[in-house]
């Protein structure tokens, strides 16, 4: 079955401190992983993906992720946190449905609360 | 970047009543719109998938006969909530695949979502 895990509901993080928000995935074929963040009240922000190359991937706002193919994991990395950080964090992976046609699927969430 | 309009942000009704909400790809076409629920706290639920020019496909336990989609035009899709009751109060978010993405990763780009309150 494709799925993806986010095994953290919180992390809590004081600001300046490194931060990690844990992914990992459960997909056929070779995984496409997408991270997006939501502030309260609005829609996906996209942060960043892995489509093939450097398994270390930049992404938007100072936000990074590694790629491991051997822990299928796809972990969201930020050398030193601010309070602005704050939010919903979904870690994504794209999907076949029957039909053949690409969606992705969410894990829950991760709140990434960071204190001054 | 692209970028997907929703509209209303913020909508209340009363029970009974139909609730439209509008997706726009302001700056590229989508062929293919998706239409996720999510409840407070918790994750996205796809709810369908919309297809221009045709019947949108919906997921196990979603009622299309309640949640209507309309994908007209290669730039518009609508949900219609028809006769909403309180416990279809939800956030509401749309999002859309640009349809020149040679690579086809499944890259979304997201609306800012829209909250339903039913009274």
């Known amino acids: 079955a494709q799925s993806v895990a986010q095994p953290e509901d919180q992390v809590n993080v004081a600001e300046g401190n490194p931060l990690t928000v844990k992914c990992t995935y459960s997909?056929?074929?070779?995984?496409?992983l997408f991270w997006y963040v939501q502030y309260p009240n609005r829609g996906l922000q996209f942060l960043l993906k892995?489509?093939?190359?450097?398994?270390l991937v930049k992404g938007s706002y100072g936000f990074e992720a590694e790629f491991n193919k051997s822990q299928t994991s796809f972990h969201l990395k930020k050398p030193s946190a601010l309070v602005s950080d704050s939010a919903l964090y979904f870690c994504?992976?794209?999907?076949?449905?029957?039909?053949?046609?690409?969606?992705?699927?969410f894990g829950a969430g991760t709140r990434l609360a960071v204190h001054p | 970047g692209a970028v997907v309009s929703q509209h209303p942000s913020w909508v209340i009704c009363k029970s009974g009543t139909s609730v439209k909400i509008e997706c726009r790809s302001l700056?590229?076409?989508?062929?293919?719109m998706f239409w996720y629920r999510q409840f407070p706290k918790q994750s996205l639920m796809l709810m369908a998938t919309?297809?221009?020019?045709?019947?949108?496909?919906?997921e196990q336990g979603v009622e299309k006969d309640k949640f209507l989609i309309n994908h007209a035009s290669l730039t518009l899709s609508t949900l219609t909530v028809t006769s909403a009751h309180p416990e279809d109060s939800s956030f509401y978010i749309c999002?859309?695949?640009?349809?020149?993405?040679?690579?086809?990763?499944?890259?979304?780009?997201f609306g800012e979502g829209s909250r339903l309150t039913v009274l």
């Open positions: 919309s297809n221009e020019g045709s019947k949108a496909t919906y």
């Open positions: 700056d590229f076409q989508a062929t293919t």
């Open positions: 892995y489509i093939t190359g450097d398994n």
């Open positions: 994504a992976v794209r999907a076949r449905d029957l039909g053949g046609y690409n969606k992705l699927i």
């Open positions: 997909v056929s074929g070779n995984p496409y």
């Open positions: 999002s859309a695949r640009d349809l020149r993405e040679e690579l086809d990763t499944g890259e979304l780009f």
